[in-house]
């Protein structure tokens, strides 16, 4: 196979975009995903790839799952190691990426009306929480997350690595209005998760089996007109100094109540 | 005030170490910690300040605060912006920074003696799970933490950020030996975290008002030896292609289920 050397080589200045731009992953409807436990997981979990690309040691280190890609007839590159490392975005690179489809997720509306248990992210900046979470509602069994557009891009590459794998088969959807979508769905009751003491507290709250808690911003929290569209408010009873959780903490252990039998 | 420029200078040279070198850092007992959130933090939790550092601009920005301690008589250095990003940890530098005495905690071992809810960690690597642990156990009121020596440095910056204080509140104990540390302390109901499904399973165990829960390496879990040593095995249920939850998200779970009433 050519190994691919130049920076001017059309797949890597694709690729670097689909890395780096969020918009560029917009236009495109790919994102990327690195490392082999990741594309094999995309793999396995039946994601539609574009293209694969290999770093010259990849090819040998990863020779089965090389050959097998191969044989498939996917398509695929391979990097010199010095331009493989350009893209990468870790410290340590496998040298495997992929380039994905975007993945159709509004299938989710169709499921909220059949039910379910939810949770939403309004404006999460912080793509390790976003991932996390991702990764505790797989793990927990929660049958949807609804993301608020002006949460970070749950397709950029730190968000999908900490997802673990989760991004590629938990139903999610991004809406432009989260207080619209919960006055849309009665079917569900709604929790909005704060940290005024004044409300419900997590631990003597029992969900019902249709519910949906809506967890806000790393620094501010949720929106006024968020919270008044949800039906109830929920907190983590806090003592000591501390003022608030981590989002992802917060967000686990809501999620863990939500699945409480 | 005298503004420091080089690069030569001694406490320039002195602070530079600290953040880097976990060695340096153990060597003169000191640590340091960035912002005027953390900084103001340290202050009004006692902690000993060796001095703080301002860049040229926050001494416009934060005048009150930097009055305030040059009033006290604190050792304060005024560094050119120029020279204070050159240290600095983050991305948008607030221009504050203290070098601070660390924080002898051995009285753990004689509060432990009177019983209590504790957390031990071994051989956690990632600094933000480190921070995120201490902030959950704070918030959620826990007695105090135990690490295994070779967990990464609790007095590095990314810990000591992520902690949003608590590192400064919360009494924790490095020990030699965790399987050690439990076997010595039977006073403790112990709890091993694992992943396998044939144990107790949080949500069904009520836990003493004398224990302590032991979480393992992000990757590896817990060794077999802390394994024997605690008592009991616990696990977190979980479903789906999920092998395992985020370090910080288990011990948030499992801290919610310790202080559980």
Redesign the interface.
Known sequence: MTIISSKDNPVFKETEKLIKSSKMRKKTGLFTAEGFRIVN?AVL?GCKIKNFIFSESACDKYNEFFSQCRNKGEKMYVFSDSLYSKISDTFTPQGMLACISRLDKNCLFDKIKLGGKYIALENIQDP?NMG?VF??A????IDGIVLSKDCCDVYSPKVVRGT???VF?MPFSVVDDLGDFISGNRQLDSYAAVVTPDCEKA?SVKFSPNCITVIGNEGNGLTESTISACGRKIT?P?????????A??AA??LI?EMM??
């Open positions: 997981d979990s390790g996390t990764r505790t797989e793990a927990l069994g673990m794998g989760a088969r631990g983590i806090m003592g000591g100094r501390a003022e608030s959780l981590n992802s903490v686990g252990i863990w409480r039998e």
